[in-house]
C-alpha cells in the first residue's frame, strides 16, 4: 500500500462568528464584535483545498460540527434562548474548522502494530472548544473507520489539556516510512494558558504504541506563548525531512535540534531569527501557520497566508531564503482572510494523516466535482455576515441548521446529523 500524505480541511461552518473567545489568540481578541462573512469564509477555505489539488496534492475535507450544540447546553442546564451571552457564543462557535486541532496522527510506518493512530483532542482548555470531542470523535471513527488499517482513539480525560495536531510535528525521509515524531507541550506564557499538557502528550504516545527511542517531548517557548503563539503551529512546522522554525519557538532550543540531528542525522532546520523576524511579525503574518508541503515533482512549497506576503519583514526574509539553496523552493500565498481574522491560517484549517488513501471512506476524499457540488451548496445555504448581537437569533439558528444539513446531503453523510 502506497501512503501518500492527505490534508483533511475543515468546511468553514455557517455559524462562523467573531465572539472573541479564545484567549491567548491575538486576532481572535482583536476581532471580537466584528461582523463575520461566513459564506465567504467557507469559500475561502474550499478555493484553497481547490488550489491544492491543482498542485497535485492528495485532499480531504470535515463536516462542520452541529452549532449550537444543544446538548452541551443542555448539560448546562440552559438553551440559546435563556443561555448568558459568554455560554451562546460557545454553543454557537464554528471552531471545530480549525481542524488542525481535531486529532493527532501517527502514520502506520511510526507505530508497533502498523496502524494509523489517531488521538482526538479534549481541547478542554478552551469552554468554545471543550465540546468538540464528540462530534469530532464520530466524524474519525467513520472517516477511518476499516480497522485493518487505523485505530481511532477517544481524548485523554481531564484535567490534562490536548489541543490535537497544532502542537505535534513528525519528521520523516518520506511520509511512507517510519520517522520520528514531537509533541510540544507548554507550562506557561505570561497571562495566556499553556494549552498542551505534556501528560496528554505522553498519554497519546502511549496509546499510539511508539517507539519511546524515537519519539520526542519538547517544551514550547514561554515567550512565544506570551507574545500569542498559543500552538506551536504558530512558530514552526515540519514536513518530511525539514524542520522550519522561528528562533524562539522552542524553550531549549539547542537541545531540541541537538536531539532531532541525534535520532535523524539527515533532518533540515531552518530557523528564522528573532532579528530578520520579530515574534510579534510571525505571529501576526502566520508567517509558520502554512502548509508545508512536498509537491509532485519532489520539491518542497510553502502555502502560506497572503498577510505574509503583505509583511515587508516577512517576505523579505522568505523571499532570501528561496533565492538561496536550501529546501524550500516555493511560496505559495492564499486567501484565507476570514480565518485569519479569527485566528487561524492555512495549517489551522487541515489535520495531516499520512495513509492509503484507498483506505478513507471516499465521501471524505475531494475531487474539483465534489468541490464544486460543495461550493454550490455554501453559496445557497451559508449566512453572508453574523454579527455577534444575532447569536441567540432563533432565525440564524435555523438558517445554521439547514444550512448544515443541506451540505451533509450532498456528500451523503446524513448519518452525521
Not at 6 to 25: K, R, T
Not at 52 to 62: P, T
Not at 337 to 352: H, I
Request: aromatic share 6%; proline share 6%; hydrophobic share 45%.
Amino acid at each position: 500500500m502506497t501512503i501518500a500524505e492527505i490534508n483533511f480541511d475543515g468546511i468553514i461552518g455557517p455559524s462562523h462568528n467573531y465572539a472573541g473567545l479564545s484567549l491567548g489568540n491575538i486576532a481572535s481578541a482583536n476581532n471580537a464584535g466584528a461582523v463575520s462573512e461566513p459564506r465567504a469564509a467557507a469559500l475561502q477555505g474550499v478555493e484553497k483545498m481547490r488550489a491544492n489539488l491543482r498542485l497535485g496534492l492528495s485532499q480531504g475535507f470535515f463536516m462542520p460540527l452541529d452549532r449550537p450544540n444543544t446538548a452541551w447546553l443542555a448539560g448546562l442546564a440552559t438553551d440559546m434562548e435563556s443561555a448568558e451571552p459568554h455560554i451562546r457564543a460557545a454553543a454557537f462557535s464554528a471552531s471545530a474548522m480549525w481542524a488542525a486541532n481535531a486529532a493527532t496522527v501517527s502514520p502506520a510506518p511510526d507505530t508497533l502494530d502498523g496502524k494509523c493512530h489517531l488521538s482526538a483532542a479534549n481541547l478542554l482548555t478552551m469552554a468554545h472548544r471543550s465540546h468538540e470531542w464528540t462530534g469530532t470523535l464520530a466524524q474519525l471513527r467513520l472517516a477511518f473507520a476499516d480497522e485493518r488499517y487505523f485505530t481511532v482513539h477517544g481524548p485523554v480525560p481531564p484535567p490534562y489539556g490536548d489541543e490535537g495536531a497544532a502542537n505535534f510535528m513528525r519528521l520523516c525521509p518520506s511520509h511512507g516510512e517510519a520517522g520520528i515524531e514531537i509533541f510540544v507541550y507548554g507550562k506557561a506564557g505570561g497571562p495566556f494558558p499553556a494549552r498542551q499538557h505534556v501528560e496528554s502528550s505522553k498519554a497519546i504516545a502511549r496509546a499510539h504504541r511508539l517507539d519511546p527511542a524515537k519519539t520526542l517531548f519538547v517544551q514550547q517557548s514561554e515567550t512565544a506563548i506570551a507574545a500569542g503563539a498559543f500552538h506551536n503551529d504558530v512558530v514552526a512546522v515540519a514536513n518530511e525531512r525539514v524542520l522550519f522554525t522561528h528562533e524562539q519557538a522552542f524553550e531549549y532550543p539547542d537541545e531540541t535540534y541537538a536531539d532531532i540531528k541525534r535520532l535523524m542525522p539527515e533532518a533540515e532546520i531552518v530557523i528564522v531569527p528573532a532579528d530578520r523576524v520579530s515574534l510579534a511579525d510571525a505571529i501576526q503574518s502566520y508567517l509558520f501557520n502554512a502548509q508545508l508541503v512536498t509537491l509532485p515533482d519532489g520539491g518542497m512549497a510553502l502555502i502560506l497566508p497572503s498577510e505574509a506576503q503583505e509583511n515587508t519583514r516577512v517576505w523579505g526574509w522568505l523571499s532570501e531564503m528561496v533565492a538561496g539553496n536550501g529546501p524550500i523552493r516555493t511560496l505559495i500565498p492564499v486567501d484565507v482572510r476570514q480565518s485569519m481574522a479569527n485566528g487561524g491560517g492555512p495549517a489551522c484549517l487541515r489535520l495531516r494523516v499520512a495513509c492509503g488513501p484507498a483506505t478513507v471512506d471516499p465521501r471524505f476524499m475531494a475531487d474539483e466535482g465534489k468541490l464544486d457540488r460543495i461550493s454550490d451548496v455554501i453559496a445557497a445555504h451559508w449566512p453572508e455576515t453574523i454579527a455577534p448581537d444575532q447569536l441567540g437569533d432563533s432565525a440564524l439558528v435555523s438558517t445554521v441548521l439547514k444550512a448544515r444539513e443541506a451540505l451533509l446531503d450532498v456528500c451523503g453523510l446524513a448519518e452525521l446529523s
